[in-house]
């Protein structure tokens, strides 16, 4: 049997035994090409997981979820370091006196700004009163350490002066149950 060779074969085999060399030349870039599609392919499939949890809880991921109450905290935080606390679990007492100060007072005002754009005015009243308030500080305090989920513990002691027995008032941090 003798083997014929048409036209028509031997350029069909040229151009398999070219694209066998454009196959192993760019390798790479086929392997590449690969791994990108298998890459689209798991995001494709993990989007699609996450459009049926939507669609299953009625409700969008919000990465943004905690983004205001962590803003909160570090306003308060911010507050109540000025203040003297180190922090949200210090268990020191503060005295009223450095609590409600003018320097203490000029700081809040000029943080009103801030403290409005995440805290509401109708839940921290002593906000949209500013100076009105006779212990404005201590009260704006208190209402900001609330909404957080935090209160002021008031403990009172006698005080002795010019051999006259007054009362003076200090507080701390406590977090609410």
């Given at each position: 049997?003798?083997?014929?060779?048409?036209?028509?074969?031997?350029e069909h085999e040229n151009d398999k035994n070219e694209s066998n060399t454009i196959l192993n030349s760019d390798?790479?870039?086929?392997?590449?090409?690969?791994?990108?599609?298998?890459?689209?392919?798991v995001s494709e499939v993990s989007e699609v997981s996450e459009v049926s949890e939507v669609k299953k809880s009625g409700k969008f991921p919000n990465k943004y979820e905690?983004?205001?109450i962590d803003k909160k905290k570090e306003l308060v935080l911010d507050l109540i370091n000025f203040i003297g606390y180190a922090s949200f679990s210090d268990t020191a007492y503060i005295?009223?006196?450095?609590?409600?100060?003018?320097?203490?007072?000029?700081y809040i005002n000029n943080m009103l700004d801030a403290l409005?754009?995440?805290?509401?005015?109708?839940?921290?009243?002593?906000?949209?009163?500013?100076?009105?308030?006779?212990r404005f500080c201590?009260?704006?305090?208190?209402?900001?350490?609330?909404?957080?989920?935090?209160?002021?513990?008031?403990?009172?002691?006698?005080?002795?002066?010019?051999?006259?027995?007054t009362?003076?008032?200090?507080?701390?941090?406590?977090?609410?149950?």
């Open positions: 049997m003798s083997i014929h060779s048409s036209p028509e074969k031997e390798s790479n870039e086929y392997e590449e090409n690969i791994i990108i599609n298998e890459v689209s392919e905690n983004y205001i005295k009223f006196t450095d609590i409600q100060n003018e320097r203490i007072s000029i409005k754009t995440v805290f509401k005015t109708y839940s921290i009243r002593s906000m949209a009163r500013k100076n009105k308030d006779k201590l009260n704006i305090l208190r209402q900001l350490l609330q909404d957080i989920g935090y209160t002021l513990k008031m403990k009172t002691y006698p005080l002795i002066r010019n051999n006259i027995i009362s003076s008032t200090k507080y701390r941090i406590i977090k609410k149950n």
